[in-house]
């Protein structure tokens, strides 16, 4: 059997016959001859859906965003107890009942506005705080104070 050459390999894949590069008698062949151009497939339609934009001006979104900002200042929240002695029912009435700490009105005589101090966890009223109703954090006019105490640093001595 003879060793198959590169240019038996050419002819055998070629549709058209291939001659020796020393041959002139024959145009070469084109490309588009060797290999054949492959027919277009059908196109598939897209399966994702389509995604909608929000409409941050929307009646609804507005409303939302507005009641989740006046739950922030509104009543004071209500703690959970775990035991159902009487000495904890006692406490509880005073949690749910707040005192304001500058007029010491009670939370249910009251109906209106609280907001509670971040520092000492105490309630007072919107309108005795003077807090806007937009504020989020608030700190009391007396943890204020207490931060802003000088410390003494010198130890006097007799």
Known sequence: MAPVTT???????SPVP??????????????RDLIPIPAKGTRKPSTRKVAH?????D????????????????LPEKRAIKSSNSSS?????DV????????????STTGADWVQCQA?????????SGVCKRQM?????????????????????Q
């Open 89 to 93: 029912a006692k406490k509880s009435r």
């Open 137 to 157: 954090r608030y700190i009391c006019d007396f943890c204020l104070d207490q931060q802003n105490r000088p410390i003494k640093t010198e130890i006097e001595y």
């Open 53 to 57: 934009s929000i409409i941050f001006t």
């Open 120 to 128: 000492c966890k105490k309630w007072t009223h919107v309108k005795c």
């Open 18 to 31: 291939v001659q020796p590069e020393g041959s002139t008698s024959q145009c070469s062949p084109k490309f």
């Open 96 to 107: 749910e009942d707040a005192e304001c700490i500058f007029c010491e009105d009670l939370f």
């Open 7 to 13: 240019l038996d390999r050419w002819e055998a894949l």
């Open 59 to 74: 009646s609804h979104h507005k409303n939302s965003v507005e009641n989740a900002k006046k739950n922030v200042l509104s």
